[in-house]
């Protein structure tokens, strides 16, 4: 018997990542405000390019198919463990959020600020979770274009979270100053100042 590959393995928090959400997108709760649509298509963009880049031979070209890191199994295995951590903190993030989840920036009616699990420490867990996962396939693609992956992923995401923060900041106000003080970005605050 052909043991897997660690290529093969690694498609495999992907491909569940990819059906939690489709299977979780059937039971959203009504939107209420959204983003503009170019700033939607040019998230999409990015994050196909960058996909593309780690799942593709399409720009495996010129420089972009150096290597940037050895092809050891160590690095293999921490780039496997490291996109299985990323994918599960995504998950678990998509959970927490339920029915007020969507692929775009929006507002739901009766949208609720979540603060439980993964939402404690990191305002975009989501965000952070999918990264850690680029990151992980990157250290096992090796080559430059992975690298190109991060950085497209990175802006992606980026901008897409701020444009949540503006909509949550004008809809909850002074809460959500509050719960910025006490939570990171897309990583959690070194030292952080737990509310009473």
């Keep these: 018997m052909k043991l897997p590959t660690f290529w093969q393995l690694n498609l495999i928090p992907w491909y569940a990542l990819a059906v939690y959400w489709l299977i979780g997108s059937l039971h959203m709760k009504r939107v209420k405000?959204?983003?503009?649509?170019?700033?939607r298509i040019t998230t999409i963009l990015f994050m196909v390019?960058?996909?593309?880049?780690?799942?593709?031979?399409f720009f495996r070209i010129g420089p972009l198919r150096l290597r940037f890191v050895s092809a050891m199994a160590w690095i293999s295995w921490l780039g496997l463990?490291?996109?299985?951590?990323?994918?599960?903190?995504?998950?678990?993030?998509?959970?927490?959020?339920?029915?007020q989840w969507s692929a775009r920036v929006t507002l739901k009616v009766d949208h609720q600020l979540?603060?439980?699990?993964?939402?404690?420490y990191v305002r975009h867990p989501i965000y952070s979770g999918m990264l850690l996962g680029v990151m992980g396939t990157a250290l096992l693609v090796g080559e430059w274009r992975g690298v190109l992956a991060i950085a497209l992923v990175v802006i992606a995401h980026s901008r897409k979270a701020r444009r949540e923060e503006s909509m949550l900041a004008t809809e909850f106000g002074s809460t959500y100053a509050q719960y910025r003080q006490h939570t990171g970005f897309l990583f959690p605050r070194i030292s952080r100042d737990l509310p009473a």
């Design 33 to 39: 405000a959204a983003e503009k649509s170019a700033d």
């Design 49 to 57: 390019v960058a996909f593309l880049l780690l799942f593709s031979d």
């Design 81 to 99: 463990c490291l996109t299985c951590l990323g994918v599960a903190i995504a998950v678990w993030a998509r959970h927490c959020l339920g029915a």
């Design 114 to 120: 979540i603060r439980s699990g993964p939402y404690a």
